[in-house]
C-alpha cells in the first residue's frame, strides 16, 4: 500500500549481456551508442557493455547502480543505502565526467553536473548500454569517461497486448511495485507502466562521525519513498517512424542532517523526447530529435524549506547516415542544447548555450575495420572547442579481433563550478583530455573474453584550491587502467568474470596521489543455473581501498560482498523470487562516515508473459 501510494503522489505532484551471461542476448543486438546510429553489437569498435532486462529480472535489484556495480570501469559511491546521494565514476574519471542518456535525451543537473543515479527507477528499465572511452567527439561536452545510456520500456509493433507485475518486500522495511501494459494498434505500438518503492532505510550516518564530517547530525532521520510513470509510443509509415517518450519520477529521501546539510530532500525527474527517423532513400537515413530533461530538487530542515535548484536542459539533434558504399558510410549532424537554472540561490548567470556539427567516416571490410570522428561545439560562455576519435579494429580470425583508438574530450564547467557563492570561479576554463586504448577480444563457443588496456590524461581538472579557498583549474589527472571480462558455461553453469585494476594518480597539486573515491581494484564474479523451474544464483562482488579527500588522508578501507539468489517459475509466467543480499553481513563505506545495508533479505513475485521483456 505504501509503495501504490508513492507512485500516486508522484503522479500528482560485453557486454553483461555478451559476456557476463552469454546466453541471455545474441552479438548481433543492436545498440545506437558508438556511432549515433543503429549498428551490430559484434561492429562496434568500443569497449561496450549491455545489461537488459532479463539480467534485471534475474538480479533483482532495488536500484540502478545494484546493477553497475562491478561492472567492468565502473565504481560507486553512495552515502547512505536507497534513494541517497550515489556518484558512479567510469575508467577513473569524476561522476560529472560520464554522459548520461535516457532514451536518447541528455541528462543530469546543471548545477552539479551529475545525473541522480539514485532516483532512477530501476523497474522502468528495458536496457542499459555502456560505452567505455571519450565520446565528445559525437555527444560534446561530457564523454569524458564515456557514455551510459539508459532504455526505457517500451512496446514493439506487431506485438500482442501484454502485462507486466512485479511486487517485493523485505528488509529495513522496503516495499517495490510496478505494473505496465504494452501493446500495438495497427501500425502503432504502445507502453504504460507505474513503479514505486518505499524503504523505512538505514541510519546513514555511521557511529562516532566527528563534527566536521558532511554527515555530522543534530536531526535524525531516515526513509524514502519514490513513484514514476513512464509513457511511450510509436507509430511507423512506410518510410519513416515517429516515436515518444515520457519518464517522470518523484521522490523524497529523509537523512540524517544539521542546519547547514539540511535533513530532507523533495526530488524529481523528468524526460520527455520525440523522435522522427526517415529514409527517402535506401543509402540515406535522417533522425531529428526533441528532447527536454529537468532536474528538481527542494531541500528542507526540520520540515522548513532550505533552498531549491531546480535546472530544464532542452536539446534538439538532427543526424543523417549516408551509405557511400556497401563497406563505406558517413554520419553527420548537429546538436543543439540549452541549460537553465532556477533557484533561491545567487548565481551570477542562469542560462547558457552550446552548439555543435559533428562528422564520422567508417570503413569497413572483412577483415578490417576504421572510423575516424570529428567535431566543433560553440558555447556561448567558452567559445570554440574542437574534437576527435579515431578508432581501428582487425579481425586476425573468426575468434579473436584485435582493437585500438585514441581520442580527445573535453567538459564545460557547471554553474555550481562558476557561480556558486563562495566557491565558483566565472574564469573557470574547460576541463579536456586525451585518452588511448588497446584491446582483444576472443570468441570460442561457449567461452568469450576480453582485455581492454588504456589510458586517460586530463588537464586543466577542476579541483578545490585551498590558497583561493574556491574552484580552480588546478588539477591534472592520469588514469591508467586494465580491464578483464570472461563468461562461459561449464557443467551447465553460467559463469562471469569482470576485473579492473587502475591507477587513478591526481598529477596535478596533490602530486601521485589516488583521485578521490577511485578504488584500485575491483572485480565482481556472478554464477547462475537452472533446474528445470528453479534458478539459483550467486554474486561476489570485492572493492580495494580507497580515499575520501584528494590529500589521500582520509582512507576507505576495501571490502567484499556476497549476494545469493533463487527463482522458481511455478506457472509459465509466475516467478517467486527470493534474495540474500550481502549474505556475510559485511560493514563497509564507499564515502566516508556514511553506512551501507548489513544483510538484507527480499521476497518477489514476478508475472512476465512470454514476449514480455
Known amino acids: 500500500m505504501k509503495v501504490l501510494c508513492a507512485a500516486a503522489v508522484s503522479l500528482a505532484g560485453v557486454p553483461l549481456a555478451a559476456f557476463a551471461q552469454p546466453t541471455a542476448s545474441p552479438l548481433t543486438q543492436i545498440i545506437v551508442t558508438t556511432t549515433r546510429t543503429p549498428e551490430p553489437l559484434h561492429a562496434a569498435m568500443s569497449s561496450v557493455t549491455i545489461i537488459t532486462r532479463a539480467d534485471i529480472d534475474r538480479l533483482q535489484p532495488r536500484s540502478i547502480t545494484d546493477l553497475l556495480n562491478g561492472v567492468a570501469g565502473i565504481s560507486i559511491a553512495n552515502n547512505g543505502g536507497l534513494g541517497k546521494s550515489t556518484s558512479v565514476y567510469l575508467r577513473g574519471t569524476d561522476a560529472d565526467q560520464v554522459l548520461v542518456l535516457i532514451d536518447g535525451i541528455k541528462v543530469g543537473s546543471a548545477t552539479t553536473g551529475t545525473a541522480a543515479w539514485e532516483q532512477f527507477p530501476v523497474n522502468q528499465i528495458r536496457r542499459i548500454v555502456i560505452v567505455r572511452g571519450p565520446y565528445s567527439s559525437l555527444y560534446g561536452s561530457g564523454a569524458i569517461g564515456g557514455v551510459i545510456e539508459i532504455y526505457t520500456r517500451h512496446g514493439t509493433p506487431d506485438s500482442r497486448s501484454i502485462p507486466s507485475l512485479m511486487v517485493s518486500a523485505g528488509s529495513h522495511g522496503t516495499y517495490q511495485m510496478e505494473f505496465g501494459q504494452s501493446g500495438s494498434v495497427r501500425k502503432g505500438w504502445y507502453n504504460a507502466s507505474l513503479s514505486g518503492i518505499y524503504t523505512d532505510g ?14 555530522y547530525t543534530t536531526s535524525p532521520q531516515k526513509g524514502y519513498w519514490s513513484g514514476s510513470a513512464a509513457l511511450s509510443g510509436g507509430y511507423r509509415l512506410p518510410w519513416a517512424t515517429a516515436t515518444i517518450d515520457f519518464l517522470r519520477t518523484n521522490g523524497d529521501t529523509r537523512y540524517d542532517g544539521n542546519i547547514y546539510s539540511g535533513d530532507q ?32 530538487s527542494q531541500e528542507y530542515f526540520n520540515d522548513a524549506p532550505d533552498g531549491y535548484f531546480d535546472t530544464t536542459r532542452n536539446t534538439a539533434s538532427w543526424v543523417n ?5 556497401s563497406h563505406q558510410k558517413v554520419i553527420f549532424g548537429a546538436d543543439y542544447e540549452h541549460d537553465l537554472v532556477s533557484s533561491d540561490t545567487d548565481f551570477l548567470r542562469r542560462s547558457r548555450y552550446d552548439s555543435g556539427e559533428f562528422l564520422l567516416y567508417q570503413w569497413l ?4 575495420e576504421f572510423q575516424l570522428s570529428g567535431r ?8 570554440n572547442h574542437d574534437t576527435w576519435s579515431a578508432q581501428g579494429a582487425y579481425r586476425i580470425s573468426r575468434e579473436l ?35 588511448a586504448e588497446l584491446g582483444v577480444t576472443g570468441t570460442s563457443s561457449p567461452a568469450t573474453w576480453a582485455i581492454n588496456v588504456y589510458e586517460t590524461r586530463i588537464v586543466n581538472l577542476i579541483e578545490y584550491d585551498p590558497v583561493t579557498f574556491a574552484a580552480a583549474n588546478v588539477g591534472r589527472a592520469r588514469i591508467r587502467g586494465v580491464e578483464g571480462r570472461f563468461s562461459t558455461v561449464l557443467y551447465r553453469w553460467r559463469i562471469a568474470l569482470q576485473l579492473t585494476a587502475l591507477e587513478p594518480l591526481d598529477t596535478g597539486v596533490n602530486a601521485d596521489k589516488q583521485l578521490p573515491r577511485i578504488p584500485r581494484f575491483s572485480g565482481r564474479l556472478d554464477v547462475d543455473r537452472r533446474y528445470g523451474a528453479v534458478q539459483i544464483g550467486a554474486t561476489l562482488f570485492s572493492d580495494g581501498p580507497r580515499f575520501e579527500d584528494p590529500a589521500n588522508t582520509q582512507r576507505l578501507g576495501g571490502y567484499a560482498t556476497l549476494d545469493l539468489r533463487a527463482g522458481w517459475r511455478f506457472r509459465q509466467s509466475w516467478e517467486l523470487q527470493v534474495l540474500l543480499s550481502n549474505a556475510l553481513g559485511r560493514s563497509y563505506e564507499t564515502a566516508l562516515y556514511y ?15 512470454p514476449g514480455g521483456r
Open 595 to 609: 553506512n551501507q545495508p548489513n544483510r538484507s533479505a527480499y521476497l518477489t513475485l514476478r508475472y512476465t508473459p
Open 376 to 383: 566543433h561545439d560553440y558555447n556561448q560562455q567558452f567559445g
Open 265 to 296: 530532500s523533495r526530488l524529481g525527474q523528468q524526460v520527455l523526447g520525440t523522435t522522427v527517423t526517415a529514409s527517402p532513400l535506401s543509402a540515406l537515413g535522417m533522425t531529428f530529435a526533441l528532447g527536454q530533461s529537468k532536474d528538481l
Open 401 to 435: 579481433r584485435l582493437t585500438a583508438s585514441y581520442g580527445t574530450a573535453f567538459k564545460a564547467p557547471t554553474f555550481n563550478d562558476l557561480y556558486f557563492p563562495y566557491y565558483g570561479d566565472p574564469a573557470l576554463r574547460p576541463e579536456t583530455s586525451r585518452s
Open 365 to 368: 571490410s572483412n577483415a578490417s
Open 321 to 325: 547516415r549516408l551509405s557511400l558504399f
Open 202 to 215: 538505514i541510519t546513514i550516518c555511521a557511529a562516532g562521525a566527528p563534527v566536521t564530517a558532511s554527515c
